[in-house]
């Protein structure tokens, strides 16, 4: 079945360190991908997004991801987490025509 | 510009009462969606709008039903609210020239008694 996997539901890391958040999709052809960012009782922003071209793409907050066509993959990456970043992530895939699915989120936690 | 707006912000229900959730876009998109997000299950898609005059349903629209007003307006209405219905409700909009990407309104917290 075509899915978004976010095998994480909950991350902790201390303030400092870096981040790794993983997303998997399983769809045909290369979909159009996302990840938005929730803070607490906030709607959905947009971090970064991949269409096509430079695999690696950097989006707002000083996140990063990497397209990886061989393992289906778009893993979302912050060198040094801020107490800021506590929130919960959700990766996203658009398709052709009005077709978008995400993930189930992956929930950050930061601890000093 | 304002983006996406929703309202109300938060509502509590009886069961079997009837709301209507307002959006409104003001980007010009053609697509408008409505999710509700649950604990551990993500944004599920409701009903969605590809274009002014035409609604589709999405993944979950049982108990709802939608009405494009015009090219910035969607609503979702729940005739007969259930308690499986308490949720956070999300608007968004998207343009398809830009691959889909969407933009959300703030929610709508609803709680059905």
């Known amino acids: ?112 | 510009n304002a983006g996406v707006t929703q309202t109300p912000k938060f509502q509590v229900l009886k069961t079997g009462q009837s709301m209507t959730l307002q959006c409104a876009q003001d980007m010009n998109h053609n697509s408008m969606y409505w999710y509700r997000q649950d604990p551990g299950m993500g944004l599920r898609l409701i009903y969605y709008s590809a274009s002014e005059g035409t609604t589709d349903k999405g993944e979950v629209p049982n108990g709802y039903n939608v009405s494009r007003l015009n090219k910035r307006e969607f609503s979702l209405r729940l005739e007969s609210a259930a308690p499986s219905q308490t949720s956070v409700y999300f608007c968004a909009s998207s343009d398809l020239g830009r691959h889909n990407e969407q933009f959300f309104g703030p929610g709508t917290r609803l709680t059905v008694l």
Do not use: M
């Not at chain 1, 991350?11 to 981040?19: C, H």
């Not at chain 1, 960012?37 to 991801?65: M, N, R």
């Not at chain 1, 895939?93 to 009005?98: A, K």
């Open chain 1, 1 to 112: 079945a075509q899915s978004v996997t976010q095998p994480d539901i909950h991350i902790t890391v201390s303030e400092g360190a870096s981040l790794e958040l993983r997303c998997n999709y399983s769809y045909g052809a290369t979909p159009y991908l996302f990840w938005y960012v929730q803070s607490p009782g906030q709607g959905l922003q947009l971090l970064l997004k991949y269409f096509s071209g430079d695999t690696l793409v950097q989006g707002i907050k000083g996140f990063e991801a990497e397209f990886k066509r061989s393992q289906s993959s778009f893993n979302l990456r912050k060198p040094s987490v801020h107490w800021s970043d506590a929130a919960e992530y959700f990766c996203a895939v658009g398709l052709t025509g009005n077709q978008f699915y995400f993930g189930t989120g992956t929930s950050l936690t930061v601890i000093p």
